[in-house]
């Protein structure tokens, strides 16, 4: 369970991200926090590269801060940016989400303006690739 003063944390953390986005190519920030089910808050910010492909988004970015720390399942995530609506993720983030997340876990998609969705990876990646598949 997620308190919203746990939810207005992770959107602040989320904001707060924009700054460290490293955007010299594109100039579009996004930020992203996440809550592990063990109560602890990893935030991320894109992160691009002169050789484009190479570039990691926020969210990825948050989630292998969590991962790299030991924490890998996923609570309650929050992503944001400078869209006209809530941000969409990338499919590269949405497959990583779904790694470290259940079917249920809400996601609120957010952008600068107040904009919200709150959504779940299942509505998202519908027919995500699963470890299961491999069975
Ligand atoms: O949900 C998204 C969508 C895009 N980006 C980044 C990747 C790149 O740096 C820039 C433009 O695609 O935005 C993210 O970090 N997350
Ligand atoms: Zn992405």
Redesign the pocket.
Known sequence: MVTNEQKETLKQAATDMLAH?Y?P??H?Q?G?AILTTDGEIYSG????NSSYGL??????TAIFKAVSEGHTEIEYMV?T?NTEGP????GA?RQVISEFSHPDTPILLTNQNGDEQETTIKDLLPGAFKSSDMD
């Open positions: 986005a955007v190519y594109s579009f996004v992203a910010c894109n992160i691009e570039t990691n988004c926020a969210e990825r992503v940016g941000i969409a993720p990338c983030c």
